[in-house]
């Protein structure tokens, strides 16, 4: 049972290191489509490219802060050991404050999409509208969200296992 236990701990962490860089890299470039509307779009455009750079400025904020919280438990290496206590608190606090931050992000994305397929693209030629970042946007947070829910359980039970074999609650490390 421990095996299997660290197994799906180490590959979650993992799991989680790559959602949060690619949510990372997503609001990284997140604008890059959206820049033709600030040039060649309309004032109505211009106003909502505006609108979204704050909503970038924001996710890219969380992101970087959801990268560094990821790197956390690899420093701590919870991808090999069971957690201690620190390590523990870690993983509740690294789930509690990326859900609730991606629960808000998650409420606006479909706004902002509607206010985007709302704009009248017909003045501009050879633009092509997309919404694949915001698509990918709610699917990372979504899955980012699922896998901490998943590792926390984890935790909690090869924290509990930890306990079992008399092993002392506070790690060296963690």
Same mark, same amino acid.
Request: proline fraction near 2%; avoid cysteine; aromatic fraction near 16%.
């Given at each position: 049972?421990?095996?299997?236990?660290?197994?799906?701990?180490?590959?979650?962490?993992?799991?989680?290191?790559?959602?949060?860089?690619?949510?990372?890299?997503?609001? $990284?470039?997140?604008?890059?489509?959206?820049?033709?509307?600030?040039?060649?779009?309309?004032?109505?455009?211009?106003?909502?490219?505006? !609108? $979204?750079?704050?909503?970038?400025?924001?996710?890219?904020?969380?992101?970087?802060?959801?990268?560094?919280?990821?790197?956390?438990?690899?420093?701590?290496?919870?991808? !090999?050991?069971?957690?201690?206590?620190? %390590?523990?608190?870690?993983?509740?606090?690294?789930?509690?404050?990326?859900?609730?931050?991606?629960?808000? $992000?998650?409420?606006?994305?479909? !706004?902002?999409?509607? %206010?985007?397929?709302?704009?009248?693209?017909?003045?501009?030629?050879?633009?092509?509208?997309?919404?694949?970042?915001?698509?990918? %946007?709610?699917?990372?947070?979504?899955?980012?969200?699922?896998?901490? $829910?998943?590792?926390?359980?984890?935790?909690?039970?090869?924290?509990?296992?930890?306990?079992?074999? %008399?092993?002392?609650?506070?790690?060296?490390?963690?």
């Amino acid at each position: 049972m421990k095996k299997y236990l660290m197994k799906a701990q180490s590959n979650i962490v993992y799991a989680i290191e790559v959602v949060s860089a690619a949510l990372f890299v997503l609001y $990284l470039g997140f604008m890059t489509h959206y820049y033709e509307l600030f040039y060649d779009g309309t004032s109505e455009m211009f106003e909502y490219y505006k !609108k $979204l750079q704050i909503f970038n400025k924001e996710a890219f904020n969380l992101a970087i802060q959801f990268l560094l919280f990821a790197l956390v438990l690899l420093v701590f290496e919870l991808h !090999k050991n069971r957690p201690g206590l620190f %390590g523990l608190a870690l993983v509740l606090s690294m789930t509690v404050f990326v859900s609730v931050n991606s629960f808000s $992000l998650i409420d606006v994305i479909p !706004k902002y999409k509607r %206010g985007y397929l709302a704009l009248d693209f017909t003045s501009m030629e050879d633009y092509i509208p997309s919404t694949f970042v915001f698509d990918a %946007g709610l699917l990372l947070h979504y899955v980012l969200i699922g896998l901490l $829910l998943a590792f926390t359980v984890i935790a909690v039970a090869a924290f509990i296992q930890r306990l079992k074999d %008399g092993n002392p609650i506070i790690r060296k490390l963690i």
